[in-house]
């Protein structure tokens, strides 16, 4: 099959697979798992996430809101969807589309109390991220309302760590733990049903597994870029060299001349932006891609749709392939040189690249 598309995220469903077989490996059996593909599955295509993930065993998908729901019900996506901000206007799709939602606040509540459509029901808690969810002063009210309306079936309860990766932070994410184990237990008894508990999400998994209750939510870890030697991150961003040129000493390249050449030299030019989602903070010299195994920095200012980068000690050609990231650079070490996380990197990535699935 032949691609004409120059640049290229390319998304290896294997290692999907590895890495939820990893996170399963450090759960019992019985629990079950809810995957993240919120945000598109953070940049990678959340149809084909979606239904590799379908295969898994999975307890459900977990996504942000209505209309992320509704495009994986139209793509054939079978599996429970659960929509963790349902809003107060999509109450007809979440119907039509057999969507669950996550109700946290009194307006939502009241909202679905009054409807008396069935709906599937999973009940968020705030235990310290202060975010989300019903404060634990709030759980008596919450419950004599939901028992006298028994057409939301409530599922499971859940709450969210705020820094379950921060080992500095122990003690926070043991107390919201604690709490949360101590407000969930209250709450079921309150609606007299046994529910489904959840609160570990990656990092929860990793690092607080003894805490892992009925269910837990994977997102990043999923897609690999965390740090665990175990964990394999799923995709690469290549792209091509479009022109290259020879400037010499005292030539300024791109937007504002924030770089001046000091000595004569060979850029190279790359058809990725900050609208594809490379970061602009990588620009002069922050930013690096690889060629043929060496490292070539970035030099200007990062363009809408183009960026440059100093060739000058490279054999190279116009069309000849970059990693933007991949085996060689890591999403992981691109967002700590912009002191942000993972997250952000793959989630700005532009829809208009295409993906490739392995």
């Known amino acids: 099959m032949h691609n004409h598309n120059e640049t290229i995220l390319y998304v290896d469903l294997n ?49 942000t809101d209505f209309e992320e729901g509704v495009v994986l019900r139209k793509s054939g996506v079978r599996s429970r969807i659960i929509v963790a901000n349902p809003g107060i206007k999509s109450y007809e799709q979440i119907l039509k589309y057999n969507l669950d939602i996550v109700i946290y606040n ?13 709906v599937n029901v999973h009940i968020k ?6 975010r989300y969810g019903f ?16 057409h939301l079936n409530v599922l499971s309860v859940c709450s969210h760590l705020a820094c379950a990766d921060k080992k500095d932070l122990k003690d926070f994410t043991l107390n919201q733990l604690k709490k ?16 489904l508990k959840h609160i570990l999400n990656s990092s929860g998994v990793l690092n607080y597994s ?6 837990v939510r994977i997102g990043i870890g999923l897609y690999g870029s965390m740090k665990n030697e175990n964990l394999l991150p799923i995709s690469s961003l290549s792209s091509v060299i479009t022109q290259t040129r020879i400037i010499e000493k005292g030539d300024f390249v791109g937007y504002g001349f924030s770089f001046c050449s000091n000595k004569k030299m060979q850029i190279s030019i790359v058809p990725v932006g900050y609208a594809d989602g490379l970061n602009r903070k990588l620009s002069n010299g922050v930013g690096k891609v690889i060629i043929n195994g060496r490292i070539c920095k970035i030099v200007g200012k990062i363009s809408m749709g183009t960026f440059a980068i100093d060739t000058s000690e490279v054999n190279v050609s116009e069309g000849q392939k970059i ?4 085996d060689s650079l890591s999403v992981y070490s691109i967002a700590r040189s912009l002191n942000t996380i993972p997250y952000e990197i793959y989630s700005t990535l532009n829809r208009r690249i295409k993906r490739i699935y392995l």
């Open 15 to 63: 290692k999907l697979k590895h890495n939820f077989n990893f996170f399963k490996s450090k759960l019992r059996k019985s629990t079950k798992i809810i995957c993240v593909v919120k945000a598109y599955a953070y940049g990678h295509g959340d149809i084909r996430i979606s239904k590799a993930l379908e295969k898994l065993n999975i307890y459900g998908l977990w996504v």
């Open 106 to 118: 009194k307006t939502l509540l009241d909202l679905y109390c009054s409807k008396k459509k069935p």
């Open 125 to 130: 808690l705030n235990t310290g991220m202060n």
């Open 135 to 150: 404060n634990s002063h709030e759980i008596t009210s919450v419950c004599e309302k939901l028992n006298s309306s028994p």
């Open 180 to 195: 949360f184990s101590s407000i969930s237990k209250v709450f079921e008894k309150k609606i007299d049903k046994k529910l």
């Open 210 to 215: 003894s805490f892992q209750m009925d269910m």
């Open 323 to 326: 990693e933007v990231f991949g």
